[in-house]
Structure formats: C-alpha cells, structure tokens
C-alpha cells in the first residue's frame, strides 16, 4: 500500500548518499496490488469516497516536508488528474467512466477511492522507473504469515504459497489490520447465533459481506464514524437508491432493497459534513504554542503529565490560533479589529 510506497521512495531517493556504490535488494510482500494495497485496491465499490479534496493529496516530498533525505516534488491528486499523459491513464484505469472521473476532478472534490487507487499505482512505477544502479525490488504477490528472527541475524519473512525470503532487515508497513473479536463483539456474535439473528463483525467495511442485511431488516450499527458512512451508502445508493431534486430540495428515493439502520456511538452525533471550501488567507504558521519552546514548559513542572489537564489546552489554543487568523485575515469584513490587534491580546 502507500505506506510501503513512500518508504521505498524515500529508501531510493537516499540510497546513492546513505549507501553509495553498495547493491540493495528489496522485497515487498504482498498479495494485493502494489502501490494501492487492500485498502486502495483497484476493485472497490465507485460509491466509496476518500475523506480528502484531490487538492490535498499527494505522495511527493516538497519543500513543506521535514526530513533529512533528498525531496523528491510531484504533482498531488489534482494536478495529476490534469497533467497524466492520456495512455498512461488509460492503461492504469481500464474502465472509461474511471478515466473519465479522474479527467473531471476539481480541486475540491472528494474523489472515490478507485481514482486513488489509480494515483497509488502510478507512484509506485515512478518510484520503480527511478532506481538507481544497484538497487533492484522483487515483489511477491503473497500472503506473509510469519516472521522469524534467525542465528545469523538476519530475519525471515514466511510466505503462504512459496518460499519463504530471507532479509536483513524486515519493515512491517501493514496498515489496517484484521482483528480477532473483542469479548464484546464475540458476545454479540454468540447471541445472534443463540437467536437466529446475523452479526457482522468490525472490520474493513469494503470487505464485509453485507448481503446478509436483507431489505427492511432492523438493523442495530454501533459507531457513528466513517465505517458507517461507508455502511450507509453500500446498503442505500448501492442497492439502487438515488438522490432527487424536489423543489430545489434534495431528497432520498428509496429502491425499498434497504436494510433500516438503528445507529448509536458514545458520541452520538455522525461527523460533520465536509465542506468545499478554499481558505481565503493564506496558511498561519504554525506550531504558536505547542512548539519547542510549549513542549518544554509542558514536560518541566515534576510529576505526571495528564493530558487533558496539560495538553489538551494548548491544543485548543493552537487550534483557535489558525481559526482566528483565517477568520480576521480572510474575512475582514466580518470582525471589528485587526489581526495584529486581535493577536497581541490572544
């Protein structure tokens, strides 16, 4: 997945200075596509969204980036979307409407996670098309069950279905992982099986069997989050569902394939809709509080430091800062002061 795909970019873009003229052999073990992995694999539902505008995604260093290797600048989402050659494009979509998708991104739109599926795998092959002399990557299309340190030092990586890879180093950048049930979910579990009723366990929400939900089946959903927005589309627009105009109101015509969901979470309320918006100031720099400086001030009083007490404050107060400088500076009109003034006394 990316996660793999910015280290062995960074590990590229650092070898000639790190490990000049020494050859280097990288494995990367996994049985989903490269560059997407399982979380970004090509074959997603197109009604899953990301949670973040094209403008804001990118896999490149710039000069925004604090690391102590080489940059290496690209093009985010967006601009990807303008400027990717059209066969190139067409060979990583395989699907029309896909392609046609990404061509039509704005910068602020909230593209589904087939578009970035498809960025992924195009960063993983720049990264590939970039090797320097002596360094060479092997993939192995499969499943990694073990992992075991031998005399030599050295670790081993045991495959499913071939042999197993020897390395001197193993990094696991396994992103989400699957879970054994907690005793609560395995309690639900048993209960439903006592009772003739269907628990679907927690998990990735794309992977889940969710036809077991029949249409207009009482539902219980525990979670507000993003697995339930996930939820709720595969099992209302996915199930032929769609969004009307009503007098210039949106409405939800049912297909009447819907399960009806029950929802509660600790918080109670689902996340906030995202907006597309442009900030109207430029970005305040920041930290302000919780810099160097904060983070000392924080650790130098003895005794145990609580979070909620001591951090969370200065968190708030960072937080605060950035909403202000935007409100002042990108909407004058709508305050009474100046910036500067209003800083001074913040």
């Given at each position: 997945g990316p996660t793999t795909s910015s280290l062995l970019e960074r590990l590229v873009a650092s070898v000639p200075e790190l490990?000049?003229?020494?050859r280097v052999r990288?494995?990367?073990v996994d049985p989903h596509v490269a560059g997407a992995g399982r979380v970004w694999r090509p074959d997603l539902h197109p009604l899953l969204w990301m949670n973040s505008m094209a403008e804001d995604v990118t896999m490149f260093t710039d000069e925004t980036v604090r690391c102590d290797g080489p940059l290496w600048p690209g093009p985010t989402l967006f601009e990807w979307s303008r400027s990717v050659p059209d066969a190139t494009l067409a060979a990583l979509a395989g699907d029309d409407a896909l392609v046609h998708e990404i061509r039509h991104l704005t910068g602020t739109t909230f593209p589904t996670r087939r578009v970035q599926s498809v960025y992924l795998r195009w960063f993983h092959q720049q990264v590939l098309d970039a090797l320097p002399d002596g360094v060479e990557v092997v993939a192995h299309p499969q499943r990694a069950v073990d992992l075991v340190d031998l005399p030599d030092g050295r670790q081993r990586v045991v495959l499913e279905a071939a042999d197993p890879v020897d390395a001197h180093l193993a990094v696991l950048a396994l992103g989400h992982?699957?879970?054994e049930p907690d005793p609560t979910s395995a309690a639900h579990g048993r209960f439903a099986a006592e009772h003739g009723l269907v628990h679907v366990a927690a998990g990735h929400t794309a992977d889940l069997d969710l036809s077991v939900l029949e249409p207009g089946a009482d539902v219980i959903v525990l979670g507000f989050g993003q697995a339930f927005t996930d939820l709720m589309v595969l099992v209302s627009e996915g199930r032929g569902g769609r969004f009307v105009d009503r007098d210039g109101r949106l409405a939800y015509e049912p297909s009447g394939l819907e399960p009806v969901l029950h929802v509660g979470s600790r918080r109670g309320v689902p996340y906030r809709s995202k907006l597309e918006q442009h900030l109207a100031a430029p970005l305040v720099p920041l930290p302000r509080f919780l810099d160097d400086a904060g983070i000392e001030a924080l650790l130098a009083p003895p005794g145990q430091?609580?979070?909620?007490?001591?951090?969370?404050p200065v968190l708030t107060k960072e937080v605060a800062?950035?909403?202000?400088h935007e409100l002042f500076v990108g909407h004058p009109a709508a305050v009474g002061t100046t910036w500067d003034d209003f800083a001074e006394r913040f």
């Amino acid at each position: 997945g990316p996660t793999t795909s910015s280290l062995l970019e960074r590990l590229v873009a650092s070898v000639p200075e790190l490990l000049p003229g020494r050859r280097v052999r990288i494995h990367l073990v996994d049985p989903h596509v490269a560059g997407a992995g399982r979380v970004w694999r090509p074959d997603l539902h197109p009604l899953l969204w990301m949670n973040s505008m094209a403008e804001d995604v990118t896999m490149f260093t710039d000069e925004t980036v604090r690391c102590d290797g080489p940059l290496w600048p690209g093009p985010t989402l967006f601009e990807w979307s303008r400027s990717v050659p059209d066969a190139t494009l067409a060979a990583l979509a395989g699907d029309d409407a896909l392609v046609h998708e990404i061509r039509h991104l704005t910068g602020t739109t909230f593209p589904t996670r087939r578009v970035q599926s498809v960025y992924l795998r195009w960063f993983h092959q720049q990264v590939l098309d970039a090797l320097p002399d002596g360094v060479e990557v092997v993939a192995h299309p499969q499943r990694a069950v073990d992992l075991v340190d031998l005399p030599d030092g050295r670790q081993r990586v045991v495959l499913e279905a071939a042999d197993p890879v020897d390395a001197h180093l193993a990094v696991l950048a396994l992103g989400h992982l699957d879970a054994e049930p907690d005793p609560t979910s395995a309690a639900h579990g048993r209960f439903a099986a006592e009772h003739g009723l269907v628990h679907v366990a927690a998990g990735h929400t794309a992977d889940l069997d969710l036809s077991v939900l029949e249409p207009g089946a009482d539902v219980i959903v525990l979670g507000f989050g993003q697995a339930f927005t996930d939820l709720m589309v595969l099992v209302s627009e996915g199930r032929g569902g769609r969004f009307v105009d009503r007098d210039g109101r949106l409405a939800y015509e049912p297909s009447g394939l819907e399960p009806v969901l029950h929802v509660g979470s600790r918080r109670g309320v689902p996340y906030r809709s995202k907006l597309e918006q442009h900030l109207a100031a430029p970005l305040v720099p920041l930290p302000r509080f919780l810099d160097d400086a904060g983070i000392e001030a924080l650790l130098a009083p003895p005794g145990q430091l609580e979070f909620r007490r001591d951090v969370l404050p200065v968190l708030t107060k960072e937080v605060a800062w950035a909403y202000y400088h935007e409100l002042f500076v990108g909407h004058p009109a709508a305050v009474g002061t100046t910036w500067d003034d209003f800083a001074e006394r913040f």
